[in-house]
């Protein structure tokens, strides 16, 4: 059953919902009048897209974070929709506005932001990315998912090109001269927007769960999955994006930033989640922070992880509290599922895969050509803890011998996947 990124959440909800972690690291929250969507962070100010519940209402509120114990509302301009996310660059600030497109602000003064520019999109903004005069909104179901609107004249930003996706466009982040659209149920679109006018997909990874956020640091795209959790994928080459290994969160992951070794991921009532990504085949969850309410958003910048939490508005986290306490309470003797061998790699033919399980549950080993494309199961059954060895003779499903090439194995289970390339010399 397809899992929808909420637009709202009913006012009904409580907000002591429990959740696993610590609320020890949290230093700092200010409330803000609606539900706390999205945030920007730029020097001393935190910038959040702010939704009313059960309207088609929204707002952005400038918070002052000069003093992350003390947190304080400077000024606030209501939005002509939902104000779903929001990016800054220079003087303004500019809000995704669901039914609304996109709408730019004036920030030159904290205090009295004021909107002087709009431009409609055709279905629903969910998300925007600002490079040089260029805003790229991610347009949700749409026949043109990804908007290109020129705003070098931000009283009077124009479309300027447009793409569709394969399903909907809920997240986008941009990198040299590609946007990289978490695209719900087909996962991560790569898009070259060399030419602004005229954006064309030139690579596309599917993703297990369905894809809202993502974020990009050097030759690696984070996708936040919802129901998966936190997807990998090697993008060194944007035409062929490899899903390199994912983690499961306790709830939806609905966004991601990343900072050296760590993403921290916004899930939903699960709070803040902190991933070791320093092996992006196989990332870890390692610790988290109960926040008051529903984590939607989280900008990681200095010394703090600032985080959307719905009703709960703007509440500031001390990035290192948290890692201190996740490594510290980490049990360095609970394995954690990965491909430990492939044996011999160059293999001739017959290749033996050896991995660990920390417990006993269900796992799936499969091989994929550098395409994607399914083409040995080797086993999807129950296993006990411990660590297991399986064997591969180089053939597909139907005992046809395989291309000389490289192929990926990937084992999957409950806790996330792994990956590893086996390289076949026939």
């Known amino acids: 059953m397809r899992t929808l990124l909420p637009l709202i959440l009913p006012a009904a909800i409580a907000l002591s919902v429990d959740t696993a972690g610590s ?50 509302v400077i000024g606030s301009v209501s939005t002509q929709n939902r104000a779903i996310a929001v990016a800054v660059q220079g003087a303004y600030a500019y809000v995704a506005d669901g039914g609304a497109g996109l709408q730019v602000i004036d920030i030159s003064n904290s205090a009295l932001p004021a ?58 982040a941009l990198a040299g001269s590609h946007a990289y659209v978490a695209d719900g149920q087909a996962g991560l679109q790569v898009i070259d927007i060399s030419n602004p006018s005229a954006p064309v997909i030139v690579g596309a990874a599917d993703s297990p769960g369905d894809a809202r956020r993502v974020e990009v640091v050097g030759p690696y795209a984070y ?58 085949s196989s990332p870890v969850l390692i610790g988290s922070v109960a926040t008051p309410h529903f984590s939607f958003d989280v900008a990681v910048d200095g010394a703090y992880a600032y985080v959307a939490d719905a009703a709960s508005g703007l509440q500031i986290v001390e990035a290192q509290c948290l890692i201190t306490t996740a490594v510290a309470e980490a049990a360095p003797s609970a394995p954690i599922a990965a491909l430990l061998s492939s044996s ?34 080797l086993f999807d059954e129950t296993l006990s803890a411990g ?34 390339r086996l390289t076949l010399l026939r």
């Open 23 to 72: 609320a020890d690291c949290i230093v700092g929250s200010v409330d803000t009048p609606d539900f706390a969507r999205s945030v920007a962070v730029v020097g001393t100010l935190a910038y959040v897209a702010d939704q009313f519940p059960q309207t088609q209402y929204g707002d952005l509120q400038v918070i002052d974070i000069s003093d992350p114990s003390s947190p304080f």
């Open 115 to 172: 909107i002087v520019g709009t431009a409609d999109t055709p279905a629903f903004a969910y998300d925007v990315e600002v490079a040089g005069i260029y805003a790229y909104v991610a347009d949700g179901f749409s026949s043109s998912s990804l908007q290109v609107i020129d705003v070098s004249n931000p009283s009077s930003p124009s479309p300027v090109g447009s793409v569709p996706t394969m399903d909907a466009a809920f997240g986008v």
């Open 223 to 280: 996708v936040a999955d919802a129901y998966s959790g936190l997807q990998v994928f090697d993008i060194s080459d944007p035409s062929s994006p490899l899903l390199l290994g994912g983690v499961d969160t306790p709830d939806d992951a609905h966004s991601v930033d990343v900072v050296g070794s760590y993403a921290y991921v916004a899930a939903a009532f699960s709070g803040l989640q902190l991933v070791d990504i320093s092996d992006p």
């Open 344 to 377: 011999p790699n160059p293999s001739p033919g017959v290749t033996m895969f050896r991995f660990d399980l920390p417990r006993g549950s269900a796992a799936r080993l499969e091989v994929y050509d550098l395409a994607g494309r399914h083409v040995r199961q």
């Open 387 to 420: 660590r297991h060895a399986t064997r591969w003779d180089g053939n597909d499903d139907r005992g046809r011998s395989l291309a000389s090439g490289v192929y990926l194995v990937r084992l999957t289970w409950p806790g996330g996947t792994a990956t590893s």
